[in-house]
């Protein structure tokens, strides 16, 4: 892996938050830490990952699959970019089908199934607005239409609003919010689970939930939801053969930091974890790996934190 710290135009000068940053972008916050990007901006949500700078790393090309999900459907969320589509990628590298549920970030969604098909593999991409129940109930007859079947659901897409106060919040985010991040988890899930015989459902929570992060009240909240839908259905669904858990990632490189963070965030978005940096998708894919597989035959209900050491859980 080539992995790339820092980049071009980092102001040396701007300390980004950070009590020091050297010539070569390191930086200390109490301890060491490496600057992956610079501060930058994306005006709306969903963001748009061809238009980050580093660009995430996705895949490790040392990874190879070993049939772990051979003849699997997957439907992913938020798949087009980000953790998903790194996700998507790992899942078809263990001989999966995938379906990349996005809502308009086409020119990722697309660049995805290109790389994809470039594997060998195959995916099904379908755009759409998921707090809508219609649009969740069309993602599973398409699905079927198409592969016949569905093994695995992994409910990943989501959005984040950074605001000082609760006062800042307005009543139209919080709905937003809500409804993107935890309603369309239980109207996909619902309309996916008839379709399921055993399998796995995955759903992405966040590290945010478990410390409280205080800019971002309203993710929280739905976050913290997901961990209750997670268990509560882990039980429901235990002798039906279908399992039940939650990832919670730390901070990631993804889309979702430039399009929710003011600029100056981004410069030390993972400083506080023991790691002292921001991972990249390909570093939490293989967890999702585990859990889609009969590697995980005996775990349900669990929540896996993968952040550097930030929370321990």
Request: net charge neutral; proline share 4%; with cysteine.
């Amino acid at each position: 892996m080539n992995e790339k710290f820092g980049c071009e135009g980092c102001d040396i000068n701007n300390n980004y938050g950070l009590l020091y940053v050297n010539e070569c972008n390191d930086g200390i916050l109490g301890k060491e830490y490496k600057i992956k990007a610079c501060p930058q901006y994306q005006v709306k949500q969903p963001g748009m990952e061809y238009l980050m700078e580093p660009k995430p790393i996705f895949d490790n090309y040392n990874y190879k699959g070993s049939g772990k999900l051979k003849d699997k459907v997957a439907i992913i969320t938020g798949g087009d970019s980000g953790i998903g589509r790194a996700v998507a990628v790992y899942f078809v590298k263990e001989g999966a089908r995938v379906v990349i549920v996005y809502y308009n970030e086409h020119e990722d969604a697309e660049y995805t199934k290109k790389y994809i098909e470039n594997l060998g593999g195959q995916c099904l991409l379908i755009s759409g607005d998921l707090k809508d129940s219609n649009f969740c109930r069309m993602v599973a007859d398409k699905t079927m239409e198409c592969f016949g079947r569905i093994d695995i659901l992994v409910n990943n897409a989501g959005v984040q609003f950074q605001q000082k106060k609760l006062e800042d919040i307005s009543n139209e985010q919080f709905d937003y919010t809500m409804k993107t991040n935890i309603y369309s988890m239980f109207y996909l899930t619902k309309y996916c689970l008839p379709y399921m015989n055993k399998g796995s459902i995955i759903n992405t929570t966040s590290v945010t939930t478990f410390y409280g992060e205080p800019e971002l009240i309203d993710y929280v909240t739905s976050k913290g939801a997901i961990v209750g839908f997670t268990r509560a259905l882990a039980t429901n669904l235990a002798t039906k053969g279908v399992r039940v858990n939650a990832v919670a990632p730390g901070y990631f490189w993804t889309a979702l930091q430039p399009s929710c963070w003011m600029p100056n965030k981004i410069p030390t978005l993972g400083a506080d974890s023991d790691m002292r940096r921001c991972a990249d998708p390909y570093e939490i894919a293989s967890i999702y790996v585990y859990l889609a597989s009969d590697d995980a035959s005996y775990t349900t209900g669990q929540v896996f934190h993968i952040n550097g050491g930030q929370y321990k859980g």
